[in-house]
């Protein structure tokens, strides 16, 4: 083999695992209308790996055969507003919202301490489901600045302004909205229903910071309450 031939498929080999690598770090998701998207904002306890091999025996089974599929899940690796600190944020789906719902509300009956198995595992539970109005797909890139944001609004007036001078803002300091997401449900025991989710990138730390800077300026008298993550 000559030469030529031998850089010709090193080059090959070395572009293709750097695009394998690339696209490695993009998480793709796809729904379909009338699916249920979850989203989970978890803080698991230290020295909890049995108790979850054991919960994963127990009540997986029962909500794979309600149509549960995980999706992906990213670190959180930074609260930059808001009053919790979760470590994870996870996204699963269901079919539908009767099994979604039949899941939570009927556990008990296969699985009796179903709740108190969570309890030890977790500090922090938190749920909020979305019935798909549409199909939908996106894109999250871990090479970007990811940051998921909730608000609880107090004023309909004052919040949608507050919203829209958010959203210009952001496209003022070259962020992406990937998702918005609004009429989210959430069972009794993991209660989070903000108003509004937003799942937003920038091309880096600082150009997010711009936007962080301008959004804390802003009137926020519509705001109730708003949680904020940087995920990785």
């Known amino acids: 083999m000559t030469y030529l031939k031998i850089l010709s498929l090193l080059l090959f080999y070395l572009m293709f695992t750097s695009n394998l690598a690339a696209q490695s770090n993009i998480k793709t998701i796809r729904l379909e209308k009338g699916e249920i998207l979850d989203i989970l904002l978890l803080t698991t306890k230290t020295d909890t790996e049995k108790a979850f ?11 794979f055969k309600k149509t549960y599929q995980p999706l992906t899940s990213f670190k959180i690796v930074e609260t930059a507003q808001g009053n919790i600190q979760p470590s994870s944020f996870i996204f699963s789906k269901w079919s539908n919202l009767k099994n979604r719902e039949e899941f939570i509300e009927k556990i ?22 979305y019935e798909m109005a549409n199909d939908i797909s996106f894109n999250i890139d871990k090479d970007k600045y990811n940051v998921v944001t909730a608000y609880w609004k107090k004023e309909d007036r004052s ?6 001078l958010w959203l210009q803002k952001l496209t003022l300091t070259g962020g992406t909205t990937i998702l918005q997401l609004t009429n989210g449900k959430s069972a009794m025991g993991y209660y989070y229903n903000p108003d509004i989710v937003l799942i937003t990138h920038w091309n880096s ?25 940087i995920l990785n």
Request: net charge positive; proline share 3%.
């Open 159 to 164: 919040f949608k302004n507050f919203m829209t």
């Open 53 to 63: 091999e054991n919960y994963k025996k127990t009540a997986f089974p029962i909500a």
């Open 205 to 229: 730390k600082k150009d997010f910071e711009a936007f962080r800077k301008e959004n804390l300026k802003m009137n926020h008298k519509g705001v109730l309450h708003v949680n904020q993550f």
């Open 108 to 129: 008990e009956d296969a699985v009796p301490d179903f709740h108190l198995q969570r309890r030890n595992i977790w500090a922090l539970f938190n749920l909020t489901y």
